[in-house]
């Protein structure tokens, strides 16, 4: 069993700075690739930032210059620094842990970012 929980999620001015985290709990390895997907209200969820195990990254386009992820793999979790926050970046941030050879793929319950002045 794998517990995703994320923190950080919260109410910010435009311009203005997050920190989301995400710890890993259960049976899972630092093998994992682990990232961030959003879902925003009325669209599907997409995509934020993924590092492998390695350090090997991918952004969306839409987060490239000011999202950055991280991840500690002793402690088998990931953090997403968002900086310069725009109102369309409001959503629901979800942890991933995924091992794509295993076929196993792990959901948190997802933070709020909400972006507003």
């Known amino acids: 069993q794998v517990q995703l929980v994320e923190s950080g999620g919260g109410l910010v001015q435009p311009g203005g700075s997050l920190r989301l985290s995400c710890a890993a709990f259960g049976s899972i390895s630092n093998f994992y690739t682990m990232g961030w997907y959003r879902q925003a209200p009325g669209s599907q969820r997409e995509l934020v930032a993924t590092m492998t195990n390695t350090g090997a990254t991918n952004y969306a386009n839409s987060v490239k210059g000011r999202y950055t992820i991280s991840r500690d793999n002793a402690k088998i979790a990931v953090f997403l620094q968002m900086n310069s926050l725009k109102p369309e970046d409001t959503a629901v941030y979800y942890c991933?842990?995924?091992?794509?050879?295993?076929?196993?793929?792990?959901w948190g319950k997802g933070t709020l970012v909400t972006v507003s002045s």
């Open positions: 991933n842990a995924q091992r794509a050879l295993l076929n196993l793929d792990y």
